[in-house]
């Protein structure tokens, strides 16, 4: 089978000659001064040319400021997720389209050939070449220093490692010894793997293009202890934190870190272009603000932001709307959630603790913490009942939801949950009614949180009034994101809540491999993640038949690329997480409120709000978005 894909949104023009490409204000005087080329010049030769009314959306104009918030330093890397330059990206319908790529060709669901647009450029002026996919592919995928497990998992198909060459500048080709399904979609992943790198920057930081001798004063210089951290700690293309590191993204990075306020100006060199020759992104400048979690909703009512959703929960709509009704500038907008639980518990099966770990590995405890919620109360009390009760499971958009899937072991009955317990020989209890570990310990049963919503803690204190019938006394502890993950993958976290599968809208096409022990991050089975990512070089193997079946099912989906086998398998892994409850879904599909500015355009009223795909304001390109009045848009430095 041999296809070749299209980005969407284009109009078939084979040059940026046959359009008029208007020259951005914002760079204007560095052009007058010769300092940067005209913008026919800085755009590639065949742009992504996007027709804005065939998306039914508005033509708009360059110019203006775009405040937001994120609660950590760390998330700059918010501006590579809404960005959303992706070789592949999804579109609004979340069909896969070339992006970056020109278009790319795929043959027997093995090889693909990437098409680049010749012309492209990074955003210091640089040519963007099939260079710098080899210089990522020779000098950091296969660099035992920068890569001691070998190619990451979007160059593996099972256990075998795929191949790339370079035909000419232009064209990259990636071969695999078998389908690799799962290709196109992780380069369309909101954290993408990025399989190229600035050649051309990062060869002075690389012990193969210098001397020892040559690069100890830039060692000595950024405190690292070699060569490869020191190439490490310049390269994150995620993480957004070197404003010298070039990037494809519709905005770079223009101030240096330690600030609370970052400034991302736009790419002059930005491959997308609206069908009347404007120059994308529409907006010039975005403006990050870090402020505490508590202050978003806050904030967000003071008018102090054009487009906000990250650090809202849906318990602030009551204040938004009512700063909405009081004349406040923004709309508050609610998008559907594509998340597959807004609350999850998960049980560590790998907690260090071995009395503990043969307690949490008997399902029927983890049937009967799940027996022990009352999600119609949280539901009322949190989400005044607009949420969807139950496990965490395909959603209604999906073709893999069954209401039995929602509803299983998730029904309140402390009566049966209470049984189970019983049946487990946990039937010994304290003076004050909570059982008792076989080895005579009471059961506190330690949750740990990020503690960045406030949800969260009001769900957990009602299920500690619940979960005290059954005799289990629920211990909840806030912690830093970053503690809490770093506990969790080293097991000693018991249990963590987290949001439940990114994707709760799984297609036949979606890799189930979330689904299955395969990273660290499901925060059930970290130690079983790490084993499957790092090749049996850390974690723990597999060692239960249901995620073992788990395992085999992912590999099954992906050696069989029938649409039928597909949605088989689907079902089976779906029906396993519902009885054998390795996450504990409490609800689901509350809405998330976005806040959008009164003067800012083509922003969706009907949007959904989805990590992956869809990498939050991502799909629905931010770049696409513009103010209606400049003027007023323009915040004055």
């Known amino acids: 089978m041999f296809a070749t894909c299209l980005a969407a949104g284009l109009i078939a023009l084979p040059a940026s000659a046959e359009i008029v490409v208007e020259e951005s204000g914002f760079w204007a005087a560095e052009v007058a001064k010769k300092q940067m080329d005209p913008a026919p010049d800085r755009i590639p030769d065949t742009p992504l040319i996007v027709d804005l009314e065939a998306k039914g959306r508005t033509f708009g ?324 009942g607009l949420g969807k009760e139950g496990n965490m499971t395909a959603l209604a958009a999906s073709p893999f939801f069954e209401s039995e899937n929602l509803t299983k072991w998730a029904l309140y009955d402390l009566d049966t949950a209470n049984l189970m317990l019983d049946e487990m020989g946990l039937t010994t209890r304290d003076g004050s009614g909570i059982r008792l570990l076989p080895d005579g310990r009471p059961m506190e049963f330690v949750i740990e949180t990020a503690g960045e919503r406030q949800e969260v803690e009001n769900a957990l204190a009602i299920i500690t009034d619940t979960w005290r019938d059954l005799g289990i006394k629920l211990i909840m502890r806030p912690l830093d994101r970053d503690i809490l993950r770093n506990r969790v993958f080293s097991g000693v976290t018991m249990a963590a809540v987290w949001f439940g599968w990114d994707n709760g809208i799984p297609q036949p096409y979606t890799p189930p491999n979330y689904l299955a022990p395969t990273d660290q991050v499901f925060f059930a089975w970290p130690k079983w993640g790490q084993y499957y990512q790092t090749h049996g070089q850390a974690g723990e193997p597999v060692d239960m038949p249901d995620a073992q079946r788990l395992l085999a099912l992912a590999a099954e989906w992906e050696a069989k690329p029938d649409p039928y086998d597909r949605a088989r398998v689907w079902r089976e892994m779906l029906a396993i997480h519902a009885d054998q409850q390795f996450g504990i879904g409490i609800l689901s599909e509350a809405p998330q409120p976005v806040v959008v500015s009164d003067r800012l355009r083509n922003v969706p009223e009907f949007g959904k709000w989805a990590w992956d795909p869809g990498a939050h304001f991502g799909v629905h390109r931010v770049d696409e978005f513009y103010f209606a009045d400049e003027e007023l848009a323009q915040v004055t430095e």
Do not use: C
């Open 61 to 384: 104009k360059q110019g203006g400021t775009l405040r937001t918030m994120v609660t950590r330093s760390k998330d700059v890397r918010q501006m590579v997720v809404y960005g959303y330059a992706r070789l592949v990206g999804y579109d609004e319908n979340y069909q896969l389209r070339a992006d970056i790529l020109r278009d790319y060709d795929v043959e027997d669901g093995r090889k693909f050939t990437l098409h680049l647009r010749p012309g492209h450029r990074w955003s210091d002026g640089a040519p963007f070449t099939s260079e710098d996919f080899r210089y990522w592919w020779e000098h950091v995928a296969q660099n035992s220093e920068l890569s001691p497990n070998g190619p990451p998992e979007i160059m593996r198909a099972g256990d075998e490692i795929g191949t790339m060459t370079f035909p000419d500048a232009h064209t990259v080709v990636v071969e695999f010894p078998r389908q690799n399904p799962m290709f196109l979609q992780s380069l369309a992943q909101a954290s993408p793997p990025f399989i190229y790198r600035p050649a051309h920057y990062l060869r002075q930081f690389h012990v193969d293009f210098n001397t020892m001798e040559e690069m100890e004063e830039m060692i000595d210089s950024k405190r690292v202890r070699g060569w490869a951290p020191l190439h490490n700690k310049l390269d994150n293309m995620y993480k957004f934190d070197n404003h010298e590191l070039p990037t494809l993204q519709p905005w770079m990075p223009a101030s240096t870190g330690g600030q609370s306020r970052q400034l991302f100006v736009r790419n002059p060199y930005f491959h997308r272009v609206d069908a009347r020759g404007t120059h994308l992104p529409y907006i010039d400048v975005v403006e990050m603000h870090i402020v505490g979690s508590g202050l978003v909703a806050a904030k967000a009512n003071a008018g102090e932001a054009d487009l906000q959703a990250r650090g809202l929960d849906f318990r602030d709509v009551s204040i938004l709307k009512k700063g909405e009704a009081d004349g406040a500038p923004y709309r508050t907008y609610l998008w559907a959630n594509s998340a597959a639980s807004q609350i999850a518990i998960y049980p560590n099966l790998n907690f260090a603790d071995p009395t503990w770990r043969a307690v949490i590995r008997d399902p029927r405890f983890r049937r009967a913490l799940s027996m022990g919620i009352d999600r119609r109360m949280i539901n009322r009390a949190l989400y005044f």
